[in-house]
């Protein structure tokens, strides 16, 4: 059973996708202990953005 994921933009053309429930409390920012993975996204107004996907530490990324 996979875990939920929460999508937040946290800034402008920063999104951050988190593990909800996980095990240990996540930042915000690429500075997150788990190390989040950046990817280069368009947005919808055309400019470059990035998501950061974080990394859960209960391994749920295995069930995917
Ligand atoms: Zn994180």
């Given at each position: 059973m996979s875990g939920q994921?929460?999508?937040k933009q946290t800034?402008?053309?920063e999104v951050h996708v988190l593990p909800l429930g996980d095990l240990i409390r996540h930042d915000h920012t690429?500075?997150?202990p788990c190390g989040p993975t950046p990817s280069p996204t368009p947005m919808a107004d055309g400019s470059d953005g990035w998501?950061?996907?974080h990394h859960s530490?209960?391994?749920r990324e295995a069930d995917e």
């Open positions: 994921w929460l999508a800034s402008g053309n690429d500075l997150c998501i950061y996907t530490l209960d391994g």
